[in-house]
């Protein structure tokens, strides 16, 4: 069985491109005892990705040249020598941007094509879903009445922030880029508000949107949006420090004042608790809840969920590009084959 493979070539300045990616194909090794061969169907892309890209230092090890890019994949099994795998069975495993794999039957976990699309396990039901309901209940704890605001509201973890914080009894203000992503907010995802951050009135829309200030931000992005926000913070407001989209690629620090006193000044008079996280910490804690909770509310149509699927591994490196420009719409999901 053979596998094409898209490998880091370089590493990407700014923006990854054409260059930063490199495509080889070879044969799979031969099945050892436990192991199982898989025909990938499905790949997400994820923002994360880009920082495996850099020799910045990270709570995860960056990838070395010639490396397969990594990822979380949907596979069907094609031969097993593990007990409890046949082929034809649907597996979630971490096997990267490529065709085919092997995979240790015991590092990979079976999928249930009729309890949800199996590419559900890459999004909603998966990592992204989990980040969202972990880092909003564990850090965010919205109470009931209280302002949730989050950005990049349509993709798979903003999404389930705004889904979850009204589950919670709390009001939730999603921001997006561009015109259909904010209908799409209020219409498919039940956000109270949306509004549009390349808009330019963007600062007023915020003030529009939460009138009674904000008690959660669930930060997805930093940059402009973040300095909008932080102005419109209450008192014990509590900030999940999920992601920071807006730096990713990033070649120096931003232009413009520093403001590092003005939030440090705010952090302090307004008692504002802000806090980091890898969502794998919560694993453990959150981890069950997370699986019966959002199975439900998925199960029951109170959490929906959009995935925006590309066709064919040779165009996984432009629809990542893509997504860090704000070009997905949705849960970003490459069919390989
Ligand atoms: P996503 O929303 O599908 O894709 C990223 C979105 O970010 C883009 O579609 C774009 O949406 C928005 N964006 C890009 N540049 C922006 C900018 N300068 N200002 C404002 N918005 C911008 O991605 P996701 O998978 O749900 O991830 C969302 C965030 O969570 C990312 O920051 C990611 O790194 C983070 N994350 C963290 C963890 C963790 O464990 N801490 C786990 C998973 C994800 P618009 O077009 O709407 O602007």
Redesign the pocket.
Known sequence: MDTTQIRLAQRPVGEPDASTFTTVTEALPELADGQVSLAIRYLSL???MRGRLSTAKSYADPLEIGDVMIGGTVGEVVESRFDGLLPGDFVLSYSGWQTAAIADGNQVRKLDPSVAPVTTALGVLG??GF?AYA?LLEIGRPKEGETVVV????????SAVGQIARIKGARAVG????PD?VRALTEDFGFDAAID??APDFVDQLRAATPDGIDVYFE??????FDAVRRRLNTYARIPV?????N?NLTSAPEGPDQMAGLMGQILTKSLTIR?????EFTRSHGRDFVRDMGEWVGSGQVRYLEDVVDGLENAPSAFAG??????????VVKVG
């Open positions: 994820d923002p994360y990592m992204p980040t880092g950005a990049a509201g349509t993709g798979p973890v903003g921001i997006a880029g561009g992503k951050h390349r997805n992005v930093g940059g402009a949006v999920c992601g920071l989209i807006a990713y980091g996280f890898i969502q794998s997504m860090l420009r704000g070009e997905n719409f949705g849960k970003l």
